[in-house]
């Protein structure tokens, strides 16, 4: 895993263009505008902050939630016709060092297994309500919960798309670093129930998911295990040199044909880890890797899946206010992953209109 990280003035010149120059890069898909499905059905958003760090080492990731939900966001969600409409907080509890659960060297995982509990109802609760749950993470063991939450509320055919610099599938047995938020996807694939011990404190987490319906997007730091679980079970990986060498738009276009199954997409599940970002974008992260995706990049993944009509449910996580060389790089990351989630309804880079507003006419 990469923390340390440094940028040389031509590549940093690089990241910015790509960063600023949104109208050329817009300019470079040539699609037909008119013929892309947008969604005006009102969606209402359930808002789960889950203030949580235990999955990994680094404090801070707990902050992440009250960072992100800003007046920016909700506003915006307003305008896109995706009101947030109910927030749930969720804090981890204190677990006496006696009842904390341990296996090698995998810590927390008493801790983590509430937590999690506790998301997969809350994200059942709301989809049972009609709503789109957003998890404002926190650290991306969240996902345990989040993900079996959705395949509990609608089945397990449902797609899951991990948009991450990481693979996230090591295993109990595999970890080099005992952290939960490498591990998440071993607890939720059928065909990885085989490598997982027997865990207590995780006896009420059940595969829901086959590897078949499941999608990586922005790959590049992978331990050898994991690079030997994703290529045995042909899970579909877009790893950054294959961005490069497609495009984002041909990635998009091949992921959303995959998890199409007899002429109908399946219900998504997105989770996005704020590292798939290039560190530029998103400095105040834990495990940041150098040749990540742009934010316009990021941000088209995003508006792709909007206009498929088909988000379920969000996850946005490894937000870390406390790592970071100075405020604005906390800025910077709140700035991208607050669009980042606003583009899964529907945010451009041009912005949002409300509905009923126009310029006011001048009086001469």
């Not at 071993?186 to 207590?200: G, I, N």
Request: charged share 20%; glycine share 6%; proline share 5%.
């Amino acid at each position: 895993m990469i923390s340390i990280y440094r940028v040389d003035s031509k590549f940093l010149a690089h990241i910015k263009w790509a960063f600023f120059a949104t109208t050329n890069y817009s300019k470079s898909f040539k699609f037909n505008y008119s013929k892309m499905i947008h969604n005006k059905t009102k969606k209402t958003v359930s808002l789960i902050n889950a203030k949580f760090s235990r999955g990994q080492g680094k404090p801070g990731t707990e902050l992440g939630p009250s960072f992100l939900k800003t007046k920016f966001l909700l506003s915006n969600l307003e305008n896109l016709n995706c009101p947030a409409i109910e927030s749930v907080e969720l804090e981890e509890e204190k677990v006496p060092s006696h009842e904390e659960e341990q296996f090698l060297h995998n810590r927390n995982l008493r801790s983590i297994s509430q937590i999690n509990k506790k998301l997969s109802n809350s994200v059942q609760e709301a989809i049972k309500d009609g709503h789109v749950p957003v998890l404002l993470g926190g650290d991306h063991s969240l996902a345990i919960g989040s993900v079996h939450g959705t395949a509990n509320a609608l089945g397990s055919h449902i797609g899951l798309i991990w948009v991450d610099a990481h693979a996230d599938i090591n295993t109990p047995l595999t970890s080099v670093t005992g952290n939960l938020h490498g591990q998440p996807v071993s607890f939720l694939l059928y065909e990885l129930d085989k490598y997982l011990p027997k865990l207590e404190a995780f006896s009420w987490v059940k595969p829901c998911l086959s590897a078949r319906n499941m999608v990586y997007i922005g790959l590049r730091d992978l331990d050898p295990e994991e690079t030997i679980l994703v290529e045995k079970y042909k899970i579909k990986a877009y790893s950054m040199s294959d961005i490069q060498r497609l495009g984002i738009k041909q990635v998009l276009k091949e992921t959303i044909d995959y998890l199409t199954i007899d002429g109908e997409l399946m219900p998504l599940h997105v989770s996005v880890d704020i590292d798939s970002l290039d560190p530029w974008f998103a400095p105040s992260t834990g495990t940041p890797v150098l040749g990540g995706l742009t934010l316009p990049e990021l941000m088209y993944i995003g508006n792709k899946i909007h206009e498929t009509g088909k988000l379920s449910a969000l996850d946005l996580v490894e937000v870390n206010p406390l790592l970071k060389n100075n405020d604005h790089d906390v800025e910077k990351t709140v700035f991208s992953a607050s669009r980042a989630i606003l583009s899964f309804f529907g945010y451009k880079t041009l912005g949002t209109k409300k509905d009923g507003h126009q310029v006011p006419l001048a009086k001469k």
